[in-house]
C-alpha cells in the first residue's frame, strides 16, 4: 500500500459524539496499522457553531481517549480562497457553470414536481446559456450560484466501497448541483474534496451518511484531475428504537466528556467504541493497544448498523451497560499503580485525597484500591460506594441499613460492645478480627453474619464488599471502634 494519509474531519459542535469518536478511532487504528499518517482538521466553515470552546471540546475529547494526529488540526476556513479557486478552475473548464435560477423560480419547479408527485431535479435551465447571455446577466447584476455540471447520458459513477462493496450511481439520478453559493462560499461537498486532495488523503473512513455525497465527490475528484481515495464507510449507530442517538434525544449520553467525568477509563471507553461496527472475526472484545492495532482492518467494519443498548428507564445502567461491564474490567485487572494515578482526580474533586497516600500511606493506598475495586465499575465509585475508606462522613445505603442493621434491633446495644472488644486488641489483624467476631456470636447465640453484616453496614456504609475481617484489619483500630461505637446513631432512639 502506498502511504497511508487518513483524516478525521469534525465539525465542531462543542463536544465529540461518541460517534465522531469511533470515526476518529477507526481512522487512528488503520493509520497506526500501516505506519500512516492522521489528519486532525476542523470544518470550520459554519462561522457560528464553530467557537473557539467548541474546538477546544473536540480537541480535549481526542486527548483523552489517547488518540494522537499526526498533522493539525487543520482549519477549513483558512482554506476558503482555495475552494472557490477549484470552483473557477471548474468553470473556466467548462466543468462547472453559473446559475442564475431564482430562489422562486426554483422553488416553483420543486412544487410542481411534489404536485406531479415526480422526483425533483435541477433542470439545467443555465447549463447551456451561451456566453452572451451570461454576460448580460452578470452586468444586470443578478446573483448565481456554481453548478456542477454532471456528465449526461448513459452511465454513472461506480465505485468499491470497501465496506458496502460496489455501488453505482447512474448520471440521470445525480442533479448539477451546487458547489458555490450565490454569496460566494463555498459548499461542504467541495471544500471538503479539495482539503483531501491537499492534504493527499489516501483512505476517507467515514459514517455510511457520507455515502450519498461520494458519486458527487468523485466527480468533483476526476473534473479537478484528482484520483479519488479508497472509500470505507461505518455503519450506523443506532438506539434500540432504531433512532440515531443524538444530544437531543439522548442527552449528554452522546458526549465523550461524559464518559470521563462519570470515571471511565479513556482506553475502556476506546475498546468499547470499537466494538460498536467493527468485529476481530473472533469472539475477542477485550483488546489491549497494540492487539487492536494487530487485528484492525477494514475488513472486519460490519455492514449491519450497530446497537447501542442504552435504556433511559434503567437506572442501574447510565449508559449501555456493555460500556460499562468494559470498563469495570479494566478497572478492576489494570496494574493498581495505573489505577492510583486514575482515581486521585477523582478523590481530590471531592476532597478525599491525602498526599500521604503518595508517600507514607502508599501501601495502604494502593491496598486499599485492591480491596475495593472487585465490585467496582467506574472510577467514580471509589469517591461513592468506596466513600467510607477516606472520610468519616458518608452514607449507609438503604439495603444495608434496613436488611443488616434495623431488622436487628439489638445491634443498637450490641455494636458498641463489639467495639469494645475491639478497642481491647492491641491492633487488629485479620485473624484476630475473625475471632473477636466468632466469640462475640457465639456469646449473644446468633449466626456471625449478623453482627459481621452489620459492622460492614456501619463501617463501609455498603451491603456488600470484600471480607470484613481485612477490613478491620485494613481500616485499622481507631476507625474501626468508633464507628461501632457510633453505631446506635441509625437506630431509632
Ligand atoms: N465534517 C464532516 C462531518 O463532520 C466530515 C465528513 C467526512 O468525513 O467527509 O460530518
Sequence with gaps: ??????????????????????????????????????????????????????????????????????????????????????????????????????????????????????????????????????????????????????????????????????????????????????????????????DDIRDRISHVIRGQDGLSNTPRQILIYRALGATPPVFAHMPLTLDLNKAKISKRSHGEIVAVQFYRDRGFIPWALVNFLVLLGWS????????????????????????????????????????????????????????????????????????????????????????????????????TDFTTLGRAWFADDFAIDETALNKNLLKHPQLKEWLPELAQRFAELPQITPDEAERVAREFAEAHQVKPGIPINAARAVITGQNKGPSMFEVFAHLGKEKVVQRLRDAGKYFPA
Excluded at 460500556?323 to 478492576?332: K, P, S
Design 280 to 379: 476481530s472475526g473472533d469472539d475477542r472484545e477485550i483488546f489491549s493497544r497494540a492487539e487492536l492495532i494487530e487485528a484492525f482492518s477494514l475488513r472486519g467494519i460490519t455492514k449491519a448498523n450497530s446497537i447501542f443498548n442504552y435504556r433511559k428507564d434503567d437506572p442501574k445502567f447510565f449508559t449501555d451497560p456493555k460500556a460499562i461491564n468494559i470498563n469495570a474490567h479494566y478497572l478492576r485487572t489494570m496494574p493498581i499503580a495505573e489505577l492510583a494515578s486514575l482515581v486521585k482526580p477523582f478523590l481530590e474533586k471531592e476532597s478525599l485525597w491525602d498526599p500521604a497516600y503518595e508517600n507514607g500511606q502508599r501501601s495502604w493506598f494502593l491496598q486499599t484500591l485492591e480491596m475495593s475495586r472487585e465490585r467496582f465499575h467506574t472510577l
Design 1 to 194: 500500500m502506498s502511504e497511508v494519509r487518513v483524516r478525521f474531519p469534525p465539525s465542531p459542535t462543542g463536544y465529540l459524539h461518541i460517534g465522531g469518536a469511533r470515526t476518529a478511532i477507526y481512522n487512528w487504528l488503520f493509520a497506526q496499522k500501516h505506519g500512516g499518517k492522521l489528519i486532525l482538521r476542523i470544518e470550520d466553515t459554519d462561522a457560528e457553531r464553530s467557537t473557539e470552546e467548541s474546538i477546544r471540546g473536540i480537541i480535549e475529547g481526542l486527548e483523552w481517549l489517547g488518540v494522537t494526529w499526526d498533522e493539525g488540526p487543520y482549519f477549513q476556513s483558512a482554506h476558503a480562497a482555495e475552494h472557490v479557486a477549484a470552483a473557477q478552475q471548474l468553470l473556466a473548464a467548462g466543468q462547472a457553470y453559473k446559475c442564475f435560477c431564482t430562489k422562486e423560480e426554483l422553488e416553483a419547479r420543486r412544487d410542481a414536481a411534489a404536485q406531479a408527485k415526480a422526483d425533483y431535479r435541477y433542470n439545467a435551465a443555465c447549463r447551456d446559456l451561451s456566453p452572451e447571455e451570461i454576460a448580460a446577466r452578470e452586468t444586470a447584476g443578478l446573483p448565481y450560484v456554481i453548478r456542477f455540471k454532471v456528465p449526461r447520458g448513459e452511465g454513472g459513477v461506480a465505485f468499491r466501497d470497501e465496506v458496502y462493496g460496489g455501488i453505482e450511481r447512474a448520471y440521470r439520478d445525480i442533479e448539477d448541483f451546487v458547489i458555490v453559493r450565490s454569496d460566494g462560499s463555498p459548499l461542504y461537498l467541495l471544500s471538503n474534496v479539495v
